[in-house]
């Protein structure tokens, strides 16, 4: 555990010193998984609140504006409905994995939120193969959603997750070569030691040419993985209902809707580490010293750029039309596969012959 | 090399949508165009066109321009207008004419498709803009177009 706030190390010292150490040990791990839980849930239906408030802002609408002022209440009550609904379920559906599935995909969504660094020392467990962790951890998610939609019985619900599984499959391979871009940069798997060479510029400026093209290649590839628009034909509403959780409701479709975006700011949380310097400040405002002051600022500059980039998934969202099935296909492996290894030598080669940026 | 020109292609066609939805997000807070119903409620004016109920305007002399020549009952597809007419001696030229007695409209058949409107030959009747219709009895949907007392405006049939 690498929460070393002094709030944290009171508890820690406490903790220790009334029970056993493998008590204490256990303890702490729960309440640092508790803590985590209550944060991403409510953040993740904060996120709801803002995808259906830009959402309204691009159509020239107003969106929720009814409940708790301005609306800041809306997904709180409706979660809050959602937890009262009757859960409801197909007579064939294979009972044990149909109630199995929503939790895959929300412990897979939780468990990648562990590693990320929201400041020095807000990062729950900082292991030494961070960036392989997440890319194994989000394939998981695709597991979920396979068995919801083969359990359902339900035809819609098996076609999208199929669906799911095609894009997913084929998107993260582009994911992991356009990390696997970066790491050749920061010569790191673990992601503290990714911010750490990112002292010196961040790795989008470091790598510069090769590095933009990772970064557009990883947008891409990450909304695909999240299956959100313009890569959303796992729950294309005009042909398939809703897709893998056609048939879910009250709260299990909350998990899956709930992972949804959870996994959304994960693939923005990832960009923010990888190429944008988690949450080290700007280089220009260094001089000023803030950073050292407050050493907890860095959790709202790791917010906000993750916040922009979670922005620009809804911009894509919300501008850009569904793809059919083959032309999606035709985009991963013909398009972003070639590019991503062509570009994967140039970064090598730039890193070789020391071409990268520093400050 | 049409696959590279592609790429570009296709990156220069997603950055043009993205300005345009980009310009919409930055210019939303003055463009909404949501009504805000019940709140705006004094305020709200329906456009021209919007087709809420037949009525019968009346000037105020309390005169409408219907002639009682019964085109919009015979237009109507559905039967939503009766006219009551009868002859009568017109106080001014003391010759028989017909009159309306009442003019019934059953706002709860009509399906507002205006073809009655189009059919008046004097334009006795036009659409009104207002929407909030819905009342606890099916039988206040019956209305009487022309107001108690009314009669036709003189020269409308020359």
């Known amino acids: ?359 | 090399m049409s696959y590279f020109g592609d790429i570009a292609k296709g990156i220069k066609t997603l950055l043009t949508g993205m300005s345009v939805t980009g310009k919409y997000f930055l210019t939303s807070r003055k463009g909404a165009i949501t009504q805000q119903y019940p709140d705006n409620r004094e305020t709200l004016k329906m456009f021209e066109r919007f087709r809420g109920e037949v009525v019968m305007p009346h000037d105020e002399s309390n005169e409408h321009r219907c002639t009682g020549c019964q085109k919009c009952e015979i237009a109507c597809p559905n039967g939503t207008i009766e006219i009551i007419w009868d002859r009568q001696v017109d106080p001014a030229t003391g010759k028989k004419k017909k009159m309306i007695d009442q003019h019934i409209y059953h706002l709860g058949m009509c399906t507002m498709c205006g073809l009655c409107i189009e059919a008046c030959p004097t334009d006795a009747i036009v659409w009104a803009q207002n929407f909030e219709n819905s009342v606890y009895d099916r039988s206040y949907l019956t209305k009487v177009l022309n107001q108690p007392g009314s009669k036709v405006k003189a020269g409308i049939e020359d």
Do not use: C
């Open chain 1, 1 to 359: 555990m690498n929460i070393t706030l002094s709030i944290t190390k009171n508890i820690h010292n406490w903790l220790f010193s009334i029970m056993p150490e493998g008590v204490a040990s256990i303890t702490e791990m729960v309440l640092i998984a508790v803590v985590y839980l209550a944060i991403f849930a409510v953040a993740g239906l904060y996120l709801v609140l803002l995808e259906r408030k830009v959402a309204a802002w691009f159509q020239l609408r107003i969106g929720p504006n009814r409940v708790g002022w301005w609306g800041l209440l809306q997904t709180m009550a409706d979660a809050l409905k959602l937890v009262s609904k009757e859960l409801t379920g197909t007579v064939k559906a294979d009972k044990f994995l149909y109630n199995l599935a929503p939790y895959f995909v929300i412990v897979s969504a939780l468990m990648a939120l562990a590693v990320f660094p929201f400041t020095q020392e807000f990062q729950a467990f900082d292991i030494n193969i961070g960036v392989l962790f997440l890319m194994a951890i989000s394939s998981i998610g695709v597991v979920g959603i396979l068995v919801g939609g083969w359990s359902s019985n339900n035809k819609f619900a098996l076609i999208g997750a199929m669906r799911s599984g095609v894009q997913t499959i084929s998107y993260e391979l582009s994911v992991g070569l356009s990390l696997l871009t970066m790491v050749l940069i920061s010569g790191s798997l673990q992601l503290s030691e990714i911010v750490e060479v990112q002292k010196n510029g961040w790795l989008i400026v470091q790598g510069h040419i090769p590095a933009i093209i990772a970064f557009m290649i990883y947008m891409i590839a990450g909304t695909a993985e999240t299956n959100r628009a313009p890569f959303d034909l796992v729950e294309a509403e005009s042909e398939l209902g809703a897709g893998f959780h056609t048939e879910y409701s009250g709260m299990k479709f909350a998990y899956f809707f709930l992972a949804e975006f959870i996994n959304m700011f994960i693939v923005a949380a990832i960009a923010t580490t990888v190429f944008f310097g988690a949450w080290l400040e700007p280089a220009w405002l260094t001089s000023f010293g803030i950073a050292e002051a407050f050493p907890a600022i860095g959790v709202v500059w790791f917010l906000g750029k993750t916040l922009t980039i979670v922005f620009l998934m809804m911009w894509f969202r919300w501008t850009f039309p569904r793809l059919r099935i083959d032309q999606l296909l035709t985009l991963e492996w013909k398009y972003l596969l070639p590019l991503n290894l062509l570009n994967l030598v140039l970064m090598a080669l730039i890193v070789w012959l020391n071409l990268t940026i520093q400050f």
